[in-house]
């Protein structure tokens, strides 16, 4: 199998890889807000219908790194700085950010395949994850100098790191044991739980 087949937008050529899709795709719309609410004290969500300030662009700006042959921009901080993934003429997977003044920084995380860069905050901390030689999924944080820190949930599969808020607090999803899809926090290293609501009392 190439990495060509493990890009989100693919992973339903395997039926494990179907339901990991699915969360993939629900994790755009939900992690940032996960990741916005981490921070905020009682005091902070009594002014939360105040919007922070937001990026904004006047006119749409197309843009690709070098060699790339298919482009997905997939978050962008409120500073403007864009990050997403790409896939070069040979099929692999690779990840960039892009900054407010257009300068494009390439980057793959240690021993992957392909990595995918998911969302940024506006310290310019990136998160994601990547697949390694044999297939295995890890998420992954990278820091402003470029370091990058493997983010793995213990018992659990296919972690993946959807966003992070300007606090540094990152939020996920992962399998466990049983395949069910369960969320995660991370924050300076340190892995925690997302309190699911009982739902057995919902009709």
């Known amino acids: 199998m190439s990495a060509r087949n493990l890009r989100p937008g693919r992973l339903g050529h395997r039926s494990e890889h179907a339901q990991r ?15 916005a609410g ?5 005091a902070a969500m ?20 070098d060699g790339a042959y298919f ?12 990050v997403g993934y790409f896939e070069d003429s ?7 950010t892009r900054s407010a003044a257009g300068t ?9 395949t392909a990595t995918y860069a998911l969302g940024v905050n506006a310290a310019g901390t990136v998160v994601g994850y990547y697949v390694d030689a044999s297939y295995t999924y890890h998420g992954f944080v990278r ?9 793995d949930v213990p018992d659990g599969s296919y972690p993946i790191l959807g966003a992070i808020n300007d606090s540094g607090e990152a939020v996920g999803s992962y399998f466990d044991a049983s395949f069910t899809s369960l969320a995660f926090t991370w924050t300076a290293g ?3 739980s997302v309190p699911i609501a009982d739902t057995t009392a919902v009709t």
């Not at 981490?38 to 009682?42: G, K």
């Not at 997905?72 to 403007?80: A, H, I, L, N, R």
Request: proline fraction near 8%; glycine fraction near 8%.
């Open 21 to 35: 899709r699915s969360t993939v795709v629900t994790l755009g719309a939900t992690c940032a807000v996960l990741a």
């Open 38 to 42: 981490l921070a905020l004290t009682p």
């Open 46 to 65: 009594a002014s939360a219908a105040t919007p922070s300030p937001v990026y904004d662009a006047t006119t749409a700006v197309a843009f690709a790194p």
């Open 71 to 82: 482009t997905e921009v997939t978050g962008m901080s409120t500073t403007g700085t864009a």
């Open 90 to 96: 040979s099929t692999n997977y690779h990840s960039y």
């Open 104 to 112: 494009i920084t390439t980057f793959d995380a240690p021993g992957a």
């Open 143 to 151: 820091t402003p100098d470029g370091t990058i820190t493997t983010v």
């Open 190 to 192: 340190v892995i925690g």
